[in-house]
């Protein structure tokens, strides 16, 4: 079944694109796309043209957490919005981003915190300070299950998907 996503930035702007519904739960739902856009060097982890991510968004966690794979399903690595938490919808979710972002690679298992600068500048600290607060929590959780190796940081490789698994291309992107 065909999903959309819609990542809202807090500069307003709001990427869509379509994905493919795999597992819709009362604690998560999980998309599969791939990556047609053109490389994205975070330094850390680089998505590449047709890689293969698996995207879990949970309503009551405050982050997302996008599994990428090679086009071969070897796990790159784990990329982690914190954000607050998504709103689901029959056919599509909403995530609000909060800037931050952690990159988890596989082996050796290493955290990457990003976007830390940004962050602190944005000022959500002073601003919201409870979401500030679930924020810090958030980041906590995902380090320590990502350290565990507990779920979604499995250390699988992806299985054979359906072949007609939509690209992930924005279907609009708001300014």
């Not at 938490?85 to 029959?90: E, S, T």
């Not at 300070?129 to 906590?140: G, N, R």
Request: glycine share 4%; net charge negative.
């Amino acid at each position: 079944m065909q999903y959309t996503v819609h990542l809202h930035k807090p500069n307003g702007r709001t990427i869509s694109y379509a994905t493919t519904l795999l597992a819709y739960t009362a604690e998560y739902v999980l998309l599969h796309a791939r990556w047609t856009m053109p490389p994205m060097d975070l330094g850390v982890l680089c998505f590449e043209p047709e890689d293969v991510l698996l995207e879990y968004f949970y309503p009551t966690r405050w982050y997302n957490v996008f599994a990428l794979y090679t086009p071969t399903g070897t796990l790159k690595g784990w990329y982690c919005n914190l954000a607050r938490p998504a709103r689901l919808h029959p056919a599509a979710v909403e995530s609000d981003d909060l800037l931050l972002d952690l990159v988890v690679l596989p082996e050796p298992r290493t955290l990457h915190l990003l976007d830390a600068e940004e962050y602190a500048a944005w000022g959500l600290a002073q601003h919201d300070p409870a979401a500030h607060a679930a924020v810090q929590a958030a980041l906590a959780e995902l380090s320590a299950l990502a350290q565990a190796g507990a779920p979604p940081f499995g250390m699988q490789p992806l299985e054979p998907l359906d072949q007609f698994v939509p690209t992930l291309m924005p279907l609009e992107m708001e300014m």
